[in-house]
């Protein structure tokens, strides 16, 4: 399919001072939900429609 887009950019940078006082040991982005990292489940959406290449944009 002409135009597909196949790159998905995710914007993990930050302190996560949201999820304190959670996020003072674990980075946000790799904190566990049921049974997966957080960023695991946006990595299995976004493959499940195609993407083939992630950029992470981080702080550090």
């Known amino acids: 399919m002409p ?3 196949t790159k ?12 304190l006082p959670a996020t003072k040991s674990i ?4 904190m566990t939900l049921v049974d997966r990292p ?3 489940y946006a990595i299995d959406e ?5 993407i083939t290449e992630y950029i ?3 702080s550090r």
Do not use: D, N, S, Y
Not at 27 to 30: D, H, Q, R
């Open 3 to 5: 135009g597909r887009i």
């Open 38 to 40: 957080l960023i695991q």
């Open 8 to 19: 998905a950019v995710f914007p993990i940078a930050g302190l996560g001072t949201r999820f």
């Open 46 to 50: 976004a493959r499940a429609e195609g």
């Open 27 to 30: 980075p946000k982005e790799i």
């Open 56 to 58: 992470f944009v981080t």
